[in-house]
Structures are given as C-alpha cells and as structure tokens.
C-alpha cells in the first residue's frame, strides 16, 4: 500500500545546483541552452523560429527587453512614434525607448521602417550601446569601430561571418545578446549580472540559477503511475522538456518514471518548460538525483543538537543548507532508518575525516516512504 509522501522543499539551495546541471554546459545544450537562457531572462518568447530573419520592431522588442529598462517599458504606447510607427503599433513603445536611448536609430524622413529585416549593422550598433559606448567613443569610422569592438569582446561567438550590411537571422540576434550578457559593459561590470541575476559558471558560460529561482516551480515528485500532465499547468502538447539536463520530450519523461519509478520535477509556467531529473545523472555533472535509506546521523560534538553529517546506504555525506539540518535534526522529519531521495553535490574533497571520504555535500531530502 502506497503511503504519503512527506516533502520538504529546499528551494534556495537546489535550484543553484539544478542551474549547473542544464545551464552550465555548453556541450549538452549548446544552442539550446542559450536560447533557454534567454527565455527565463524574459528577452525572448519561446516559439521563435531561429532561422527567420528578424523585423526591426520585433528587435527593438527584444532589445528593449534586453535593456536596464526591461522592467519599466509598457508594452503600450500613448502616441505616435515615428511617421510609419503609430501609437497602437505592437512594438511602439519598445521602438521609442530603443530610439530615445541610442540603441536603434530611424531614418531620414521621420521613419523606422518596422517590417524592414535586421542588419548586422543594426545588430552590432544595439550591443555595443547596450554595453554603455556612445558615438564620443568611437573617432572617425564609427560603424567600423563599432564591429571591431564588437569582435574584440567576443561578442560575434557562435555568429556565421556575415557582411556588415548583411541580414541576420533570430539566432544570430539570440547569440549576440547571450554573448552580451557575460560580456563586461563600458564600466567594467559583467551586464548581465548587473541587470539580470545571472552568474558566470567556471566553464565561462552563464548560470541563471537567479532566474530560475524566481521563475521555477518545484522540486515535484512524480510517482510510477502518476500523470505529469496533471502536474503541469500548461498545455503538454507545447511544453520544452529536459531530462538531466538533456532535451527529451513529455513522452519519454512518462516512460522512464515508468521504468525507474520516480522522477523529481521543476517547471516553469512562463516559458512552459519542464525539468525533470531522474536517479543517477550524466557523466558531465556533479550533481546527483538518489536515494537510500538513512543509516546514521553525526552531530557536532559541541553542539549535539545540530547535525553535521549522514551516512545513507554506507555513504557519508555533508549536509549543506540550514534546511537539511533542521530536517535531519531531533525536531525533523527523517529519522534513522526512513528511507529518503536527496540531491547531492559530489564531492572534490579528497581530504578524510574519521576514516571516512565524504561522497558529497546533501542541497535538499524528502521523505520517500513509499512502497510499490
């Protein structure tokens, strides 16, 4: 007979370490991951095709949105922009604030020419000025100077070499703004953590561990026999699905709880994506999904009411948050004996303490009573 689950969310903890898994490897995901990256910071909407070229106000959206101002443009605009941009224009109010602030510029004659296609021009101008130069900066050839800064701060990686008069395409805009965002500004300070809460892993890429903090829902257990479609609070059909960080599908989530019998859930409403990590992990991650029974825990021999360590299923483990403590603790949930899933950091310790080489430092534990 199945018996409830008792689950102790650890939010703040786990979802840095969720973050390395997925985010923090370029060779999993590569572009997806950038794009996903994109996502969550709120600049992209999630059913762009990469390959289509980019109209002028749908950059300027994604300019705006990639912006200090990001926050605090309407997505309405109370009078006419420019002579072909009118007020009930979609991207009105995102063409004004690109033009007001320098980002973008119109055209002699009062217009923007919205529907018109994206330059590399246009893109390498917007960047640059995200970053903080301006005109003063640049003497004599400014377009020139403005790519070859450009090119010096890395920020055409992963961009196909095109003509600067060329068009680019929504992954070549999606790449600059990736690049941009672990790229430092005209003051020196990384942007994208000046006006995103991102982080920059120690592989050079970046950690969005502060969005999805914000954005993820979670963790979620997902039972052998349990539906995620009834998990999800979105339509399945167009949801974005990871399993250990790699791209899978709703289907094939379904069959491996099937198979393994239970899978731990994250998901995140705006973007509809789901994250789901199973028992183990890839070979290119620290991190690890398990679990075991709890064999022995180790306090502190000057404080014997806080817990230091756990031994679960001969494994010895540091305890890594204030919440785990409390639930290891006399006044917690999991006692000797119960049998629990947690998520692990693997140790780089080679260091023993006690006869004892500790496996890894524990971010979040359930309670996993449940027999099948």
């Not at 689950?5 to 950038?34: D, K, W």
């Amino acid at each position: 007979m199945k018996k409830s689950i008792r689950i102790l969310i650890l939010l703040n903890i786990v979802i840095v370490l969720i973050c390395s898994m997925h985010f923090g490897n370029t060779t999993l995901a590569g572009q997806e991951m950038r794009t996903q990256v994109l996502y969550l910071a709120g600049i992209i909407d999630n059913d762009m095709n990469m390959n289509e070229l980019l109209s002028r106000g749908e950059f300027a959206k994604m300019i705006a949105k990639s912006s200090k101002y990001k926050d605090s443009v309407s997505s309405i605009s109370q009078s006419d922009v420019f002579k072909d941009v009118k007020k009930d224009n979609q991207y009105a109010s995102y063409i004004k604030l690109v033009a007001k602030e320098g980002y973008m510029s119109g055209y002699l004659g009062g217009v923007f020419r919205p529907e018109n296609a994206v330059t590399y021009r246009d893109l390498v101008r917007a960047i640059i000025s995200l970053l903080g130069y301006t005109n003063e900066d640049f003497v004599g050839d400014q377009i020139n100077g403005r790519y070859e800064l450009f090119c010096s701060l890395d920020l055409n990686e992963n961009i196909i070499d095109r003509d600067i008069n060329g068009l680019v395409n929504k992954k070549d805009c999606v790449n600059a703004i990736y690049n941009m965002l672990k790229a430092k500004n005209k003051s020196g300070q990384t942007y994208g953590t000046s006006n995103f809460n991102l982080s920059i892993n120690s592989d050079g890429e970046l950690n969005a561990s502060g969005l999805l903090k914000v954005k993820m829902n979670g963790p979620y257990i997902l039972k052998k026999g349990q539906s995620l479609s009834q998990m999800l609070p979105f339509d399945v059909n167009l949801g974005n699905y990871f399993l250990n960080g790699s791209a899978s599908s709703f289907g094939q989530i379904e069959r491996e709880t099937g198979n393994i019998g239970y899978m731990i859930i994250y998901y995140n409403i705006a973007t509809k994506t789901c994250y789901a990590y199973k028992e183990g992990t890839s070979p290119d991650t620290t991190v690890c999904v398990t679990k075991g029974y709890v064999e022995h825990i180790y306090y502190n021999a000057s404080d014997n009411l806080t817990p230091q360590s756990v031994e679960i299923d001969r494994g010895r483990f540091y305890i890594g948050s204030s919440e785990v403590k409390f639930a290891l603790s006399y006044a917690g949930t999991i006692k000797v004996g119960d049998q629990v899933v947690f998520i692990y950091e693997k140790s780089n310790d080679t260091e023993s303490e006690a006869d004892y080489t500790y496996a890894g430092t524990i971010s979040s534990i359930y309670l996993y009573d449940v027999n099948y």
